[in-house]
């Protein structure tokens, strides 16, 4: 079955980048779209943004000017770049398949997300 | 943006008792509506899709109903292991977007 696995520095400066990657295991990144989502400490889920293993992207309008998702399918990942990050975007980000069957959609599987934290 | 309003947003059920959650939409999302259970530490779960579609191996007490801006998911018989927080997400096509609901809290009562 497909697993998916966050990985990356658990703590960023204000002001700096976040940088995560997704990695699959268990299935192919091909012909599927692939989505981050976060979620403050305590707080509700926050859809950032997806890619289609094509490299096709779109973002959340909210995020849009300081995010960038990647793909690289010879590694089988997808990566996540926030930039100018302040302690707003301190949260567990979570990746996850987003599964697109005309016309509806719906997130399944979920990495177990990983925190990260923005404090000097 | 489509905002998704879930209620109540906590709710005390007795075990072996049915939870009834709501999720409004802020305008119709068709039926691409999505539930989800998360407890703490762990990753969301999707229970259900296309509103009412039960997701592989969530048993069959999870119901969804619902399409437009109203949507229902119910549990019937809550066990132990329900107790969570519940979110609903709804699937935009165009333009491509995905929201959330703020969550429902199933507690014990």
């Known amino acids: 079955q497909v697993q998916l696995q966050e990985s990356g520095p658990g703590l960023v400066k204000p002001s700096e980048t976040l940088s995560l990657t997704c990695t699959i295991s268990?299935?192919?990144?091909?012909?599927?779209?692939w989505s981050w989502i976060r979620q403050p400490p305590g707080k509700g889920l926050e859809w950032i943004g997806y890619?289609?293993?094509?490299?096709?992207?779109n973002y959340n309008p909210s995020l849009k000017s300081r995010v960038t998702i990647s793909v690289d399918t010879s590694r089988n990942q997808f990566s996540l770049r926030l930039s100018s990050v302040s302690a707003a975007d301190t949260a567990v980000y979570f990746c996850?398949?987003?599964?697109?069957?005309?016309?509806?959609?719906?997130?399944?599987?979920w990495g177990q997300g990983t925190l990260v934290t923005v404090s000097s | 943006e489509i905002v998704m309003t879930q209620s109540p947003a906590t709710l005390s059920v007795s075990p072996g008792e049915r939870a009834t959650l709501s999720c409004r939409a802020s305008?119709?999302?068709?039926?691409?509506l999505a539930w989800y259970q998360q407890k703490p530490g762990q990753a969301p779960r999707l229970l259900i899709y296309?509103?009412?579609t039960r997701a592989t191996g969530i048993p069959a007490r999870f119901s969804g109903s619902g399409s437009g801006t109203e949507f229902t998911l119910t549990i019937n018989s809550l066990q132990s292991e329900d107790f969570a927080v519940y979110y609903c997400q709804q699937y935009n096509n165009w333009p491509p977007g995905r929201t959330f609901g703020q969550g429902t809290k199933v507690e014990i009562k």
């Open positions: 305008q119709s999302v068709d039926s691409n």
């Open positions: 296309g509103a009412s």
């Open positions: 996850a398949r987003d599964e697109q069957l005309y016309p509806t959609g719906w997130f399944d599987p």
């Open positions: 890619i289609y293993y094509s490299g096709s992207t």
């Open positions: 268990g299935g192919s990144i091909s012909s599927y779209y």
